[in-house]
């Protein structure tokens, strides 16, 4: 009986520890973001209301503080958090506006090398190899541009069309780059046509046009995250001189190999649609990728990092009856012990 007890203590406190402790600190290290979200107009001008009302909270807090240090600085987080939201709204708004169906792919040829494009970024798939090889691109950008030959399938017209407008905004980058530091990749102001809406469609109709109609798992990979991180159990190394990354970034970012294993592919997948809103203030920029290119990119992950998560979980209900099987035999043994010593 009194085992018995031991035994209820025990699993209650682990129960208490699973159900209590656990999910608030997860609570606390991994706050609760809204879903994946691929309609990226959507999701920026929303998570931009949602740093709004942060900021509300946080003037409100400071008033009650009565310190006016602190409500001048509120106040001024507020109004950049409303510029920002009211930046997105115009932003996206102009993407919305254009009509890529009619863009025109030869056209759209011709806007690329009109407007410089091909002066840093390769074009494989139309027999454009980059300017420079990687170690003189990373000098002279701190990190590789990337090739675009696979562009077209890995992002959808909209994120592409904005990619190209302005890179800034698009990648959510900000608060890392302004007039006095740019982003290497300049904003699109137009290719000499009357109307730049019309440019942007035919480059996207362009890049989706030279795209392969499938691209494998590591290849996504490669041109959606190796220009920055390793996976060192693939064998797969940055294309940046890490001393360039690691002054554009700030630091050299991660090895990604075991990433699956540390974060989980939801956190993944939501980091990767939208970088600052699980991260506020990180230095790696918004990937962007269509629904279909970010599950290969997770898929790939979890070929590197846990290839064996199939068979570890079969084989879980195997163990549990093991144990259980080795419980009841336990418990017979202790009664023929004890039966004999009474």
Not at 17 to 32: D, L, N, Q, R, V
Not at 87 to 102: C, H, Q, S, V
Request: glycine share 6%; net charge negative; aromatic share 10%.
């Amino acid at each position: 009986m009194r085992e018995l007890k031991i035994l209820i203590v025990v699993v209650v406190l682990s129960l208490i520890t699973y159900w209590g402790i656990e999910p608030y600190a997860h609570s606390i290290m991994h706050p609760k973001v809204d879903p994946v979200n691929y309609n990226f107009a959507e999701g920026d001008v929303k998570q931009a209301e949602v740093v709004v009302s942060k900021r509300e909270a946080d003037l409100e807090s400071a008033k009650k503080l009565g310190e006016s240090a602190k409500i001048k600085n509120a106040e001024k987080d507020l109004q950049e958090a409303k510029d920002s939201l009211e930046e997105y709204k115009t932003f996206w708004a102009e993407i919305g506006a254009i009509d890529f169906k009619k863009g025109n792919a030869e056209k759209g040829a011709e806007v690329f090398m009109n407007a410089g494009c091909a002066g840093c970024h390769g074009l494989e798939a139309a027999g454009m190899p980059a300017p420079m090889d990687n170690a003189s691109a990373s000098e002279a950008y701190k990190v590789v541009p990337p090739d675009l030959s696979t562009a077209g399938y890995l992002y959808d017209d909209a994120f592409l069309a904005a990619v190209i407008k302005n890179p800034n905004i698009a990648l959510k980058l900000k608060h890392k780059f302004n007039d006095e530091n740019p982003y290497p990749m300049p904003a699109f102001f137009g290719a000499g046509g009357e109307d730049i809406n019309q440019e942007l469609a035919d480059m996207v109709a362009y890049l989706k046009s030279v795209a392969p109609k499938e691209v494998s798992d590591e290849k996504v990979f490669a041109d959606s995250c190796q220009r920055c991180h390793d996976m060192k159990y693939e064998k797969q190394y940055v294309f940046t001189n890490r001393v360039n990354l690691a002054e554009y970034m700030g630091s050299n970012p991660p090895d990604l190999s075991m990433m699956i294993r540390s974060k989980g592919a939801d956190y993944l997948h939501k980091f990767i649609n939208d970088t600052q809103k699980m991260l506020p203030g990180t230095a790696m920029p918004r990937v962007g990728l269509n629904k279909k290119a970010e599950e290969q990119v997770v898929a790939y992950m979890q070929k590197a990092g846990d290839e064996k998560k199939a068979e570890r979980e079969s084989l879980g209900i195997y163990i549990m009856i093991y144990f259980l099987i080795f419980g009841i035999f336990g418990w017979l043994w202790k009664r023929k012990v004890w039966s004999e010593l009474h």
